[in-house]
């Protein structure tokens, strides 16, 4: 069964400091993988989704990377903000109805 | 923009009550999807359906039920609520290429 890990459990970071956050994951059969924003009591944001033929995504600050062989992906969140804080998660598909999950890296940036 | 809602945020149950959580989509998205979010154990997916009145276990079903009568509707049930069900339940909805979409989510305690 397809584990994910993501470490640290919890980061600090002051403002403008640029960060990256890892995902690892055991079986490189995926269909694609995604990264989640969650606010504290909130339901999950979707943030990027790379497919499994793609190595990249990026949205403004966020870039998001995938070596499949590897087992390893990581958000890059450039010029860190306060309201970047929140639990981030990422999640591996591996069919239409089969979405893996981590356990989240909790994340606060210091203003 | 995508949009899941579901019917309601917070919800106090009591012991042996049937209760139902209702999600609904505006995507016209095949999948839906019904996940339970505990500290610790992160994301469980206790049901999904790809079609309307089609349905599949998840990891976690035991205790629970669901029902999909039309495309954007797909509603949770627990036949007699028990405080192990205490949780905060996650609604999703996706399709090609199986990007999920979230709702924000409904804390519910039974007591």
């Known amino acids: 069964k397809q584990e994910v890990t993501q470490i640290p459990a919890a980061l600090s970071v002051p403002e403008g400091e640029n960060l990256v956050l890892n995902c690892s994951f055991t079986?490189?059969?995926?269909?694609?993988l995604q990264w989640f924003r969650q606010d504290p009591g909130k339901g999950l944001t979707s943030l990027l989704l790379?497919?499994?033929?793609?190595r990249e995504q990026t949205s403004g600050r966020l870039n998001a990377s995938l070596d499949k062989s590897s087992g390893r992906s990581t958000l890059y969140i450039a010029a860190s903000q306060p309201g970047d804080s929140a639990t981030y998660l990422c999640a591996v598909q591996t069919g239409a109805n089969n979405l893996f999950f981590g356990t989240g890296t909790r994340l606060t940036v210091i203003p | 923009d995508v949009k899941v809602t579901q019917s309601s945020r917070y919800l106090v149950k009591r012991t042996g009550e049937k209760v139902f959580l209702e999600c609904v989509q505006d995507?016209?998205?095949?999948?839906m999807f019904w996940y339970r979010q505990d500290p610790g154990l992160g994301l469980r997916l206790i049901y999904f359906?790809?079609?309307?009145?089609?349905?599949e276990k998840g990891d976690i079903p035991e205790g629970y039920s669901v029902s999909r009568e039309k495309k954007e509707r797909f509603s949770l049930i627990l036949e007699s609520a028990s405080t192990n069900q205490t949780s905060m339940y996650l609604c999703?909805?996706?399709?090609?290429?199986?990007?999920?979409?979230f709702g924000p989510g409904t804390r519910l305690t039974v007591t």
């Open positions: 999703a909805s996706s399709s090609l290429p199986y990007e999920q979409y």
């Open positions: 359906s790809y079609d309307v009145k089609m349905k």
């Open positions: 790379i497919q499994s033929s793609q």
């Open positions: 079986d490189s059969a995926i269909y694609n």
């Open positions: 995507m016209d998205h095949e999948n």
